[in-house]
C-alpha cells in the first residue's frame, strides 16, 4: 500500500466546511478586576458546515471532567453527530458540585446562538481542577464566537485552549481516497498533568473524509492507543483528557464503512496527526528543554514493547540526567527492568540517537565501552531518541517524553497563583 | 496485647552480639589520584558473634546487582545462616560482565579474614550503574574492617553505605519476649532511585531474638509490604533494593517458632524499626524538602488503600505543590482517582494536616470552601500528612514520600559526575 501524504496548514480549518473562532474573556480574573492586557485567549468555538460523525475517547481517571460527563451524554443521545465544540482553558470545571450543571449551559448557549439542538454541541474544559466556573463572562462571549466564525481562524482556536503550553500544537495532512482528495487536521493542548490512559487532554481533529461512527470510532481507538497513550510528561494521568475527532463527509469520497485499503490510508493519515501531536504535546512538556523518544524494538508483542517503551521515557531519574546530558544508561537500564512485561534482560542492547550520531552503551544487558565525549556530543540535542533491543520477536512501540528540569519544579510549585 | 518498646540508640549493633566497622578504601577514585582528604567512608563490614538466622528480600527489577545473586545464593547454601555481612558504597557493582565473580571475591576476602566459609558472608553494592567495581581498594581494606569491628561502631557503617543520603539512618528498639529483654535495630541507605519493590535500597536489621528461620522470613515479608513498599521517592525501583535481617538468638528467649503472641509482639517491633527507617529514607529523598505521609482510611481492603496512598505520593505534580506550598488538592484528588483500585470517587474526602494544624478541602469527591491562609500556614512544616477517606469499608494503609525540588533535578543532571 502507497501512502500518500502532503503535510497542509490549518489545523482544524485544514478540511472543508470547518470554521473556528478564539477570544478572551476573562475566565480567571485578574484579582484587581482590571482588564488583562496581556491576556491571550481563554475559549475558543469551532463548528462543521454540516452535521459530522463524531468519535471520542475519554480519561481512564475515576475524577471525571463535568465537561466530559455531558459531552459523552451528548453523543449518545444523536447517535455520534455533532456540529459545535466549545472549549476553554483556566479553569476544568472539574470536582465543582455545579459542574455538570455549568457545561450543560455552555452548550445551551452555543446551541441557542447557533439554532442547533444543544445535543450537537460538544464541550471541553482545561485548567484547574476544583474551582466554581463563573459562568457570565461565557455568557458574554458566546455572541462574540459565533459571530467571529470563519475558515481560517484555527490559530485563534488553537491558542485559547493553552495552558501552560508554550507553542500551539497543530497538524493536518492531505491524502486521497479513490479520486477523492480527504483531509485530516487537528489541535492540542497539554504540558503537565500528562500521561494519558485512552487519551490526551483537549484533542481536537477534522476532517472531511466520509467514514461510518463505527469506523471512526474503532481507527480512533487504535491510533490512541500507539499515539497517545504512549505519551509522559509527568506521570500524572489527567482528569479532563478528551480526543474528539469530527468527520463531515464534504470531501465526497465513498464513505468507508469496513475494513480494507482505504480505511487503512484513512488509519494511517489519522496516525501521522495525532503521533505528530504527540510529539509536539512531549516536546512542549511542563520546562523541557529535550524531546526523549524511546523506541522498543525486536519485542515478542506489542504490549511489551509498549511497556518498556513507556517505562524508558516516564523515569524521572533518566529525564534529569538527559536534562543534565549525562550517558547514565544505567538508568535507561534500570527502568527497561522494572517494566511490567516478560522478557529476558540479558538479552537486552541499548543505543543512544540524535541528529549528532549514535552510540551503543549497553550489549546483552552489561555496559560497553563507549566515548564519553561522543555520547556528550550526541546529547547536546534537544530531540534524543533511545532505541532498547530486546531481541525476543519482532514488534515495536514507540514512547514520547520529555526531560525533568528546574522549571518544571518552578512551573508546578505555583500553578494556582 | 499490650506493646511496650523502648527507643534505643546503637543501630545495627543495638542487640546482644553485632560488631561493626567502617572506613575509607578510595572505591570511587578521585581522577588526579591523589588521597581523597575529605572522604567519607565507602564501605562497610559487620558480624554476629554467632551465626544468625538470616532472612532477605530483594528487588523485583529484573536488572539485578550483582551481589544480590550472589547473597541469595549463599543464604539458599547455608539454609539461612550469616556471620557478616560486607557493604560498599559509590559502585552498584551492577551491569557488570564481571559482577559476580567480583561480588564472590568480596565474600571470599571476608571469609578469609574472619575464619569462616564464604557462604556466612552476604555481600551489598549501591552506586553508580554499569561501572566496573575496582577490587584492589576492597582487598587493601578487608584486613582494617576486620581489626575495627567494634561493638559500638554502628555508625561507621551506617556513614560508609551513604550516596546521596544527607544523614545516616538508623533506628532501634527494645522490647520483651517472656522475661527475655530483646533487640532489634536497622540502619538503611538510599535517597533516589527510590519506589521499592519487595525491599529498598540496602536496609540491614539485626536483633538478638530468638526466632525460626521461616518465621524470621514470614515476618520480613510481611512487615516489608506496609513499610518499604509504601515508600516512594522518585518512582525508579532500583536494581540493588535489598533487606537483610538477622536474628542471633543471644536474648535467650524461647525461640519463636509458630504464630502466637509473641510472634505478633517481634513483627510490631520489626515494624516499629522498618517504618521509622523508611519514614527517615523519604524525608532524605534527593533534594527534598518536605516529608509527604499519605494514609488512605476506610477502603474496603489494604489493596484499595496501599494502591490509593501511594499514587498521592508518587505524583510528580502534587510533590511540586507541596514544595510551592500551595494547597492544590485537586492534584490530590486526581491522584486518587488515577489509582488502580476500585472504589467510588464521589464518596471521598480529603483532608491536609500539619503541626500547624488541619483542615479539609475535599468531601464527596467535590472542593469545599477553606481558608487559603491557614492551608498556607499549615504547608509551611516540613511534615506534609495527607488523610484520604474511601468511606467504603474499614481498611487503612500509609505511604511515604518527598517534595520534588530544584534540587532533585540538579543532584540528578550529574550524578556520575
Given at each position: 500500500?502507497?501512502?500518500d501524504?502532503?503535510?497542509?496548514?490549518?489545523?482544524?480549518?485544514?478540511?472543508?466546511?470547518?470554521?473556528?473562532?478564539?477570544?478572551?474573556?476573562?475566565?480567571?480574573?485578574?484579582?484587581?478586576?482590571t482588564?488583562?492586557?496581556?491576556?491571550?485567549?481563554?475559549?475558543c468555538?469551532?463548528?462543521?458546515?454540516?452535521?459530522?460523525t463524531?468519535?471520542?475517547?475519554?480519561?481512564q481517571?475515576k475524577?471525571?471532567?463535568?465537561?466530559?460527563?455531558?459531552t459523552?451524554?451528548?453523543?449518545?443521545k444523536t447517535?455520534?453527530k455533532?456540529?459545535?465544540?466549545?472549549?476553554?482553558?483556566?479553569n476544568?470545571?472539574?470536582?465543582n458540585?455545579?459542574?455538570?450543571?455549568?457545561?450543560?449551559?455552555?452548550?445551551d448557549?452555543?446551541?441557542?446562538e447557533?439554532?442547533?439542538?444543544?445535543?450537537q454541541?460538544?464541550?471541553?474544559?482545561?485548567?484547574?481542577i476544583?474551582?466554581?466556573?463563573?459562568?457570565e463572562?461565557i455568557e458574554a462571549?458566546v455572541?462574540?464566537?459565533?459571530?467571529?466564525?470563519?475558515?481560517?481562524?484555527?490559530?485563534?482556536?488553537?491558542?485559547?485552549?493553552m495552558?501552560?503550553?508554550?507553542?500551539?500544537?497543530?497538524?493536518?495532512?492531505?491524502?486521497?481516497?479513490?479520486?477523492a482528495?480527504c483531509?485530516?487536521?487537528?489541535?492540542a493542548?497539554?504540558?503537565?498533568?500528562?500521561?494519558?490512559?485512552?487519551?490526551t487532554?483537549?484533542?481536537?481533529?477534522?476532517?472531511?473524509?466520509?467514514?461510518?461512527?463505527?469506523?471512526?470510532?474503532?481507527?480512533?481507538?487504535?491510533?490512541?492507543?500507539?499515539?497517545?497513550?504512549?505519551?509522559?510528561?509527568?506521570?500524572?494521568t489527567?482528569?479532563?483528557?478528551?480526543?474528539?475527532?469530527?468527520?463531515?463527509?464534504?470531501?465526497?469520497?465513498?464513505?468507508?464503512?469496513?475494513?480494507?485499503?482505504?480505511?487503512?490510508?484513512?488509519?494511517?493519515?489519522?496516525?501521522e496527526?495525532m503521533a505528530?501531536?504527540?510529539?509536539?504535546?512531549?516536546?512542549?512538556?511542563?520546562?523541557?528543554t529535550?524531546?526523549?523518544?524511546c523506541?522498543?524494538?525486536?519485542?515478542?508483542?506489542?504490549?511489551t514493547?509498549?511497556?518498556?517503551?513507556?517505562s524508558?521515557?516516564c523515569?524521572?531519574?533518566?529525564?534529569?540526567?538527559?536534562?543534565?546530558?549525562?550517558?547514565n544508561?544505567?538508568?535507561?537500564?534500570?527502568?527497561?527492568?522494572?517494566?511490567?512485561?516478560?522478557?529476558?534482560?540479558n538479552?537486552?542492547?541499548?543505543?543512544?540517537?540524535?541528529?549528532?550520531?549514535?552510540i551503543?552503551?549497553?550489549?546483552?544487558?552489561?555496559?560497553?565501552?563507549f566515548?564519553?565525549?561522543k555520547?556528550?556530543?550526541?546529547?547536546?540535542?534537544?530531540?534524543?531518541?533511545i532505541?532498547?533491543?530486546?531481541?525476543?520477536?519482532?514488534?515495536?512501540?514507540?514512547a514520547?517524553?520529555?526531560?525533568?528540569t528546574?522549571?518544571?519544579?518552578?512551573?508546578?510549585?505555583?500553578?494556582?497563583?
Open positions: 500500500m502507497k501512502l501524504f502532503k503535510y497542509i496548514d490549518g489545523g482544524i480549518c485544514a478540511a472543508q466546511g470547518y470554521k473556528a473562532s478564539g477570544t478572551y474573556c476573562g475566565i480567571k480574573r485578574p484579582a484587581n478586576d482588564p488583562d492586557t496581556k491576556h491571550k485567549n481563554d475559549i468555538l469551532f463548528t462543521s458546515d454540516v452535521p459530522a463524531t468519535a471520542a475517547v475519554y480519561t481517571n475524577v471525571k471532567g463535568a465537561p466530559l460527563i455531558v459523552k451524554e451528548h453523543l449518545e447517535g455520534g455533532a456540529v459545535a465544540v466549545i472549549a476553554n482553558s483556566k476544568a470545571n472539574t470536582c458540585s455545579d459542574g455538570v450543571e455549568k457545561a450543560q449551559k455552555m452548550c448557549l452555543v446551541a441557542s447557533l439554532g442547533i439542538p444543544c445535543e454541541v460538544i464541550v471541553a474544559s482545561t485548567g484547574v476544583g474551582q466554581v466556573l463563573p459562568i463572562p462571549a455572541p462574540v464566537l459565533v459571530k467571529g466564525l470563519c475558515y481560517n481562524k484555527n490559530l485563534e482556536a488553537a491558542t485559547a485552549i495552558t501552560t503550553d508554550t507553542v500551539k500544537k497543530e497538524f493536518a495532512v492531505e491524502f486521497k481516497i479513490g479520486d482528495t483531509k485530516i487536521g487537528g489541535m493542548k497539554g504540558s503537565g498533568m500528562i500521561h494519558p490512559n485512552m487519551a487532554t483537549l484533542n481536537f481533529i477534522t476532517t472531511d473524509c466520509a467514514i461510518s461512527r463505527d469506523m471512526l470510532q474503532a481507527a480512533l481507538s487504535e491510533i490512541v492507543q500507539i499515539t497517545y497513550n504512549c505519551l509522559s510528561v509527568d506521570g500524572d489527567s482528569t479532563n483528557d478528551m480526543v474528539v475527532l469530527m468527520a463531515n463527509g464534504l470531501a465526497l469520497n465513498d464513505e468507508i464503512t469496513c475494513e480494507g485499503e482505504e480505511y487503512e490510508i484513512f488509519k494511517s493519515a489519522l496516525c496527526v505528530n501531536l504527540t510529539k509536539m504535546l512531549a516536546k512542549d512538556g511542563e520546562g523541557a529535550k524531546l526523549i523518544v523506541t522498543c524494538w525486536g519485542a515478542k508483542d506489542v504490549e514493547a509498549t511497556e518498556v517503551a513507556k524508558v521515557v523515569s524521572n531519574l533518566l529525564k534529569c540526567a538527559i536534562f543534565g546530558e549525562d550517558a544508561w544505567g538508568r535507561i537500564l534500570c527502568a527497561v527492568g522494572y517494566a511490567d512485561a516478560d522478557f529476558d534482560i538479552k537486552v542492547d541499548v543505543r543512544i540517537l540524535s541528529e549528532f550520531g549514535e551503543e552503551v549497553c550489549k546483552n544487558g552489561a555496559g560497553v565501552d566515548s564519553e565525549e555520547a556528550a556530543e550526541i546529547l547536546k540535542s534537544d530531540e534524543i531518541s532505541h532498547v533491543y530486546l531481541n525476543e520477536g519482532e514488534r515495536c512501540a514507540t514520547w517524553g520529555c526531560d525533568l528546574y522549571d518544571y519544579v518552578k512551573i508546578n510549585g505555583d500553578y494556582r497563583t
